[in-house]
């Protein structure tokens, strides 16, 4: 069983950056596929940006294409989400997911076996 921890999220102002980090405690990490989701309140959970378990392979959803940068370190065990130009409708809990690479360019949440448990980013304006 793969856990997740994520770190990273914040407070920052319309236009800013952060950087999400999400260690995995397993040593296989990589031949996970990995993704990031997002839940804003009163809102379903949102496919953000997943990575393909080699990092040759990266899809986007649209509200965050070219704005965001899924990325990975099998060295370390983590997965990343740097996120520049910063919007108050980016304000969620981000969560980071794996699931095993059976499962094929996985998009949405129920593909994903594996979750961290969130980190809060709000964008204020």
């Known amino acids: 069983q793969v856990q997740l921890v994520e770190s990273g999220g914040g407070l920052v102002q319309a236009g800013g950056s952060l950087r999400l980090s999400c260690e995995a405690s397993?040593?296989?990490?990589?031949?996970?596929?990995m993704g990031w989701f997002r839940q804003a309140p009163g809102k379903e959970r949102e496919f953000v940006a997943r990575i393909r378990w080699s990092g040759d392979s990266a899809y986007y959803a649209v509200a965050v294409k070219g704005r965001f940068t899924i990325s990975r370190d099998d060295a370390k065990n983590t997965l990343y989400l740097q996120m520049y130009s910063l919007k108050p409708e980016d304000t969620a809990v981000y969560f980071c997911?794996?699931?095993?690479?059976?499962?094929?360019?996985?998009?949405?949440?129920?593909?994903?076996?594996?979750w961290g448990q969130g980190t809060q980013v709000t964008v204020s304006s």
């Open positions: 397993e040593r296989t990490f990589s031949t996970y596929q």
């Open positions: 997911a794996a699931t095993p690479v059976s499962y094929y360019l996985p998009t949405t949440s129920s593909e994903y076996l594996y």
